[in-house]
């Protein structure tokens, strides 16, 4: 069974990226290739602080407590200062664990392994999070962020944010039912940050390994070009030398992999 919070993406090829030109784009969002994804279930919206804490039993969040405004929910708020890109992938194979599902992530420290045979919860790629970002199949609008060409209407960044972030899915969703992809948290994805390739490809799984994890999506404290649906972002993990290590405005969602057990 999918949770009630997960929704299908239906697979499909999409340009990924923006064309030389693009106001506001930069180096690294090219070239724009011809990329193909299979279908997966994406969360609906980034994890709460509410699910990271009945899960792992403890809360980084700097939003809590006395920093909460009054008449807002802790539990919805997404989770963030998740700095170490493993706690991210400790989160999704506790909750694999969880459901009876098998663990996505194997090994530890510095050696994770990705098993794509596995149906349990997972980081999603980077071409699946730009993929779903973009509205998949479902819409093929070249919006510049994530539903709209209005920031306004979609993401909490600097300005309007009050300097903190705000309950899942209190903006508007994009075509898939989506909330929260552009503003609010930095989400973690699989891929390590490179160059991309010059040629088409099929389900891609990043550049080889490197010390950066990729961030996708912008935050609360971002410009209106960080979150638009093609601006990436990376990060040192920093697994080896500070594995507890935190950092800031950051959070990640889960995705599926579609199987026949689970469709």
């Known amino acids: 069974m999918i949770d009630d919070g997960f ?6 090829t999409f340009l990924m990226g923006s064309p030389e030109g693009t106001p506001n784009s930069l180096n690294d969002e090219r070239p724009v290739r ?22 792992m039993g403890w809360n980084p969040s700097r939003f809590q407590g006395v920093r909460v405004p009054a008449g807002v929910n802790w539990r919805n708020l997404p989770v963030e200062m998740i700095g170490c890109w493993y706690t991210a992938i400790e989160y999704a194979n506790r909750k694999s664990e969880r459901a009876g599902l098998t663990p996505a992530y194997v090994g530890g420290y510095g050696a994770i392994v990705w098993n794509r045979n596995a149906n349990g919860y997972r980081l999603p790629t980077e071409a699946e999070w730009e993929f779903a970002a973009r509205g998949g199949t479902v819409c093929q609008g070249n919006f510049i962020f994530s539903g709209s060409n209005d ?31 552009s503003g609010n ?26 010390f950066s994890r990729v961030l996708r999506g912008g935050s609360f404290m971002s410009s209106p070009n ?38």
């Open 34 to 55: 011809a990329v193909t994804v299979s279908s997966f279930y994406m969360s609906r919206h980034p994890v709460t602080q509410g699910e990271f804490y009945d899960l």
């Open 185 to 210: 948290v930095w989400e973690w994805v699989w891929d390590w940050y490179g160059p991309y390739p010059d040629m088409p490809e099929l389900d891609p799984v990043g550049y080889c390994p490197s």
């Open 226 to 263: 960080s979150v638009r649906v093609t601006n990436r972002y990376w990060c040192e993990t920093r697994e080896r030398a500070y594995p507890e290590c935190r950092q800031g405005p950051v959070g990640f969602r889960l995705v599926r992999s579609c199987f026949l057990s689970v469709d």
């Open 7 to 12: 929704v299908r993406v239906e697979g499909g």
């Open 151 to 181: 920031f306004n209407e979609v993401a909490w960044i600097w300005g309007r944010s009050g300097n903190r972030t705000h309950e899942v899915g209190s903006l508007k969703p994009n075509a898939l039912g989506l909330y929260d992809m």
